[in-house]
T-cell receptor, first 115, second 114 residues
Framework: AQSVTQPDIHITVSEGASLELRCNYS??????LFWYVQSPGQGLQLLLK??????LVQGIKGFEAEFKRSQSSFNLRKPSVHWSDAAEYFC?????????????FGGGTRLMVKP | DSGVTQTPKHLITATGQRVTLRCSPR?????VYWYQQSLDQGLQFLIQYYNGEERAKGNILERFSAQQFPDLHSELNLSSLELGDSALYFC?????????????FGPGTRLLVL
């Protein structure tokens, strides 16, 4: 069965600083990977996804993520954080389609942005 | 706005009661998913329907059931409620059931069991 680990529960960065959120996955075959963001009181919004091709994926709101098979990682990055990026971020993986295409989520990383 | 609607937004009820959560998927989406978000369990998949048929089951309790109707809206029924069922319940939808498809999430229903 697939699993996702987000090692950092909380991260605080200053506005304008760069950001990297870590995500490690466990899955036997080629994973389908997603990053979602959840703002307070809101549902989840897709930032980006990867399942093939270029291992550097561009998403919305200036985010990007890099798939590294050798490290089983799919870290999310942003070069300059804005105060509006404060939210909770979830990495997720979709497993074998024979068993449905449900998302398996990591525990989330809560991002706080200092002015 | 994802296009997925969920009602009600908030629900407060007592232990032992039964509630129904409703989800309307995005126009044209055939797959509906239910997820539970709680402090101790995080975000967990409950169940998926595709075009009216159950497609996959996750960590869904026997006290919980769901269905997808011919108009593609879905309902999640929670019965014999316990304090631990207090959580945020999300519905998501996708066009079909491909692994790479984006799942669009609704705003959720916050359930509080007292």
């Amino acid at each position: 069965a697939q699993s996702v680990t987000q090692p950092d529960i909380h991260i605080t960065v200053s506005e304008g600083a760069s950001l990297e959120l870590r995500c490690n996955y466990s899955y036997g075959a080629t994973p389908y990977l997603f990053w979602y963001v959840q703002s307070p009181g809101q549902g989840l919004q897709l930032l980006l996804k990867y399942f093939s091709g270029d291992t550097l994926v561009q998403g919305i709101k200036g985010f990007e993520a890099e798939f590294k098979r050798s490290q089983s990682s799919f870290n999310l990055r942003k070069p300059s954080v804005h105060w509006s990026d404060a939210a909770e971020y979830f990495c997720a993986v979709v497993g074998n389609n024979n068993a449905g295409n449900m998302l398996t989520f990591g525990g989330g990383t809560r991002l706080m942005v200092k002015p | 706005d994802s296009g997925v609607t969920q009602t009600p937004k908030h629900l407060i009820t007592a232990t032992g009661q039964r509630v129904t959560l409703r989800c309307s998927p995005r126009s044209g989406d055939l797959s509906v998913y239910w997820y539970q978000q709680s402090l101790d369990q995080g975000l967990q998949f409950l169940i998926q329907y595709y075009n009216g048929e159950e497609r996959a089951k996750g960590n869904i309790l026997e006290r919980f059931s769901a269905q997808q109707f011919p108009d593609l809206h879905s309902e999640l029924n929670l019965s014999s409620l316990e304090l631990g069922d207090s959580a945020l319940y999300f519905c998501a939808s996708s066009p079909r059931q491909g692994r790479g498809e984006t799942q669009y999430f609704g705003p959720g229903t916050r359930l509080l069991v007292l």
